[in-house]
């Protein structure tokens, strides 16, 4: 998933509108979009200086998108956590995408703060890429800054005494000031008993892995997450969708929501103030989640286990497999499936270029090995005219659309 919307929806409806007149508010097909986005007007020295300076081609290609002394700035404190002109297929999963102008991943949020603060003194757009699942950046790729959150944000506390990095063994060193702060505070608040005895407190980094949280919390008997066991991407973009399954959705178990705001000050939002809907959630402009509390209840160990495979069966008999995709591409309109209707509309194995509707699932489009952007995009608008052709319904896009086209 990609926390990627400039201001996310606060409608709570559970489907996309059937458009059973003229569409409306076809999807557009680049705007970069981002929670985080601030559009300023980007200009500085040229490539000249960069040249002067001794930078790689990849940054003379960007330096008239990007002011070397934004990227001086930046790399000054992340060091080659900050690299210009980097391709993001390899961070998406439908690995396809352009380069960015500059791609960094900050590990604390102190290193957050001060990427969020560069960007906005120098007016730059700054996106933030969560796992990269259920988006499609465009071929030309994205300008200003792209932030992919680093390790550091992917520990997990379970019942606020046993911390755990799912995907490194970084202990305590590495952590910024304000992310120390931010731990104890956490540690504080979960030492106290919840209202439901039944309920189990979880602090979930926004770069932990949606799919590896929910076979962690079963193997501890927790049940709410069983449905996300094969969802892809990360805590921080499956809150900014909402996602779901088999009628289990996030928001179901959040109770509130850590990160900084436009002004890289650290703000808690309580989950009520999400005004969650179906794929959506709404957070305020220029918020970046950086950790997620949950409540999940504890449940028998069996039972909990025999859901999680049970939702496991039914994903992997639906969907394909083997193939690079970005997951469900359209959202399900009302009383109906979008895969159905693409299926009706004949268009199972339709192609454009490396591109392909899945044969097993027709909500699924996957990448053969080289497409490009532009493919899937080709085959999106043929279903979205054909369906709506056949059966008078407009399909919503619920891969998100990014960058430049």
Do not use: C
């Given at each position: ?63 008239d998108a990007l002011p070397v ?57 700054l996106t933030l890429l969560g ?275």
């Amino acid at each position: 998933m990609v926390s990627e919307a400039n201001e996310p929806g606060s409608e709570s409806g559970k489907r996309s509108d059937d458009r059973r007149g003229v569409p409306e508010g076809t999807p557009q097909e680049g705007g970069a979009s981002s929670h985080l986005a601030a559009r300023l007007s980007p200009r500085s020295p040229g490539s000249f200086a960069a040249a002067a300076m001794g930078y790689p081609d990849s940054l003379l290609a960007m330096s008239d998108a990007l002011p070397v002394a934004l990227i001086d700035t930046i790399r000054a404190r992340l060091g080659d956590r900050a690299r210009p002109g980097e391709p993001l297929a390899r961070y998406t999963s439908f690995r396809i995408g352009g380069p960015a102008d500059l791609l960094v991943l900050p590990d604390t949020a102190d290193e957050l703060a001060h990427v969020l603060a560069t960007a906005a003194a120098f007016g730059v757009r700054l996106t933030l890429l969560g796992g990269g699942s259920n988006v499609l950046v465009g071929d030309g790729g994205m300008r200003g800054v792209v932030v992919k959150l680093g390790r550091g944000f992917a520990r997990i506390t379970w019942n606020g005494t046993e911390a755990e990095r799912e995907s490194a063994r970084l202990g305590r060193r590495g952590l910024g000031a304000s992310e120390e702060r931010s731990a104890a505070r956490a540690a504080r608040a979960l030492d106290g008993p919840p209202d439901d005895l039944n309920l189990v407190p979880i602090h979930a980094g926004a770069a932990v892995q949606l799919g590896r949280l929910a076979r962690a919390a079963v193997a501890r008997g927790l049940a709410g997450l069983e449905y996300a066991e094969g969802i892809p991407g990360t805590v921080g973009g499956a809150l900014f969708m909402n996602a779901g399954a088999y009628g289990g959705e996030l928001a179901h178990a959040v109770e509130s929501v850590e990160g900084l705001g436009r002004d890289g000050r650290a703000l808690e939002l309580p989950g009520r103030a999400l005004v969650f809907g179906y794929r959506r959630s709404a957070l305020p402009p220029g918020f970046v989640v950086t950790a997620v509390r949950l409540r999940l209840r504890r449940d028998e160990s069996g039972q909990v286990r025999n859901r999680m495979d049970e939702a496991r069966a039914r994903r992997t008999a639906a969907q394909p497999h083997g193939k690079a995709n970005a997951g469900s591409i359209f959202k399900n309109p009302n009383g109906d499936h979008a895969g159905r209707l693409i299926e009706v509309a004949g268009l199972k194995g339709a192609r454009a270029g490396r591109a392909r509707i899945s044969e097993r699932h027709a909500n699924f489009i996957v990448n053969e090995g080289g497409a490009r952007a532009a493919d899937v995009k080709a085959l999106m608008d043929v279903a979205q005219r054909v369906v709506w052709e056949r059966s008078g319904v407009w399909l919503e896009p619920e891969v998100q659309l990014v960058g430049n086209w």
